[in-house]
């Protein structure tokens, strides 16, 4: 059962991106409780969280409202009434000039009438022979190229990561992750029935002997990892901390999905975990974000005597790819597309990261100087979900670190800035006035003479 805090960040997340206006009723709380699954008693506690953290206000004989907060009410100062469109810092999908324009050619053949019959079907799981040996070159990295026959293909890297935890773990079993995941592997985890478990990190990432606890305490069935270019935290584990987690999982006969969907990015020598520990290790990877998320397909490399097990589960999921979607990749990895792609996307990573250094300067900011977001640790007194709130009353959107926890009770005063999305001068101008935000109390009027037009700095 989901802990009161838990269920009181959602809610506070659906104020902050104004899926619950300022002044809409809650419903009572009895309500609450039935569409919730839980107790009228916890639903109690998660409304006085709620006016704990001055999201909601109790009026007697009428209910429970959205608050119109300090600083919710004077972020009209900074955005006109009902001409601000949001600044999308959350969605974190890289787009570079020129790419529609790059990725046409290849498609123009499939629309053909004698084409378009068979690229319209499902895709098997197995892909082609041409789609295996393309993405086997594409994921090469560190010195590490899989074998073409271990390559699997789904309808994208989250159809992925749900086929290859299938594959591993019954109902009821034990997953170790980072206490900072990617939130849609919680979603992924709940709807297998599977419990995620953190296990400890440093600085330079997941600690083995804190697996070998974990593990000691309840057996895992696996563990799921980011060890390149972590979402949200942007660490890249070092090749010396790979080597320890490789011969931990050795040890343990542990299965491993190392999750590689930012990896593109980084231009640094250290090996995949696959490389390292190549009879446990699963790679989960997609074109998501190399080249678009509405085009996409996701990867699967497998040990190779589990190619057939996760095939089964891609099959029983329905997660098997879109023929037509595999077709283009095909094309757009021949022709180069996808490497010019990625070039530009680092190149732009490296101009917007440079930004981030120069407008946020000061503050407790975790990047990597080629990555797509940026882990800000706020200052206090700023709770994650209040300055969430805050900056969607401006018209910005982020992502607060409560959304990456495994640990409800272990809250990250943190959020993530999605660097991908924006345009450029959007960027900008959203970071400067988070920035100004951030050097504010919670519910400080911001200062009114400068003399600047409302809304300028996001728009």
């Known amino acids: 059962m989901d802990d009161f805090r838990g269920i009181a960040d959602r809610i506070a997340l659906d104020i902050a991106r104004g899926r619950l206006r300022s002044g809409q009723r809650l ?127 789904t309808g994208n890297a989250r159809q992925a990561v749900a086929a290859t935890l299938a594959s591993l773990v019954r109902p009821g079993g034990r997953v170790g992750v980072e206490p900072l995941t990617y939130p849609l592997v919680k979603e992924v985890a709940a709807r297998l029935s599977v419990t995620l478990v953190p296990v400890e990190t440093d600085a330079r990432g997941p600690v083995a002997e804190s697996v070998r606890a974990v593990h000691r305490s309840a057996p895992l069935s696996a563990l799921y990892l980011q060890p390149t270019l972590h979402n949200p935290t942007s660490l890249t584990v070092p090749a010396g901390r790979r080597l320890e987690l490789a011969e931990c999982v050795e040890d343990l006969g542990l299965p491993v999905v190392e999750d590689r969907v930012w990896s593109f990015l980084h231009t640094g020598p250290e090996p995949p975990l696959a490389a390292l520990a190549p009879g446990l290790v699963h790679v989960v990877d997609s074109l998501s974000k190399r080249v678009a998320p509405g085009l996409t397909v996701g990867f699967v490399v497998a040990p190779p005597d589990r190619v057939d097990a996760v095939a089964a589960a891609v099959r029983s999921g329905g997660w098997g790819p879109g023929a037509f979607a595999l077709e283009a990749a095909v094309r757009w990895i021949g022709d180069g597309t996808v490497g010019r792609l990625v070039a530009a996307k680092r190149e732009q990573a490296g101009r917007r990261q440079a930004l981030v250094r120069e407008l946020l300067d000061g503050f407790a900011v975790r990047t990597d100087p080629y990555g797509y977001f940026a882990w800000w640790e706020l200052p206090a007194p700023w709770r994650a979900d209040d300055f969430t709130a805050a900056a969607a009353a401006v018209g910005i959107g982020i992502t607060p670190g409560t959304a990456f926890r495994v640990d409800p009770r272990r809250t990250p005063d943190a959020v993530r800035v999605g660097l991908a999305s924006a345009a450029e001068p959007e960027l900008v101008g959203a970071l400067r006035t988070l920035a100004e935000l951030a050097r504010r109390e919670p519910g400080e009027p911001r200062p009114a003479a400068d003399g600047s037009r409302a809304g300028q700095d996001v728009t």
């Open 27 to 153: 419903p009572p709380q009895r309500a609450f409780a039935r569409r919730h699954g839980i107790a009228a008693s916890t639903a109690g506690r998660v409304y006085a969280e709620l006016v704990r953290r001055g999201l909601v206000v109790g009026e007697v004989g009428r209910g429970t409202f959205v608050r119109a907060t300090g600083v919710a009410a004077q972020g009209r100062a900074l955005v006109e009434d009902g001409t601000a469109a949001l600044v999308n810092l959350e969605l974190n999908y890289p787009s570079v000039p020129g790419q529609a324009e790059l990725l046409a050619p290849a498609l123009a053949p499939l629309l053909r009438p004698d084409a378009l019959g068979d690229a319209l079907r499902t895709g098997a799981a197995g892909g082609t022979p041409r789609a295996r040996e393309a993405v086997a070159a594409l994921l090469a990295a560190g010195g590490w190229q899989p074998a073409p026959g271990r390559v699997l293909f």
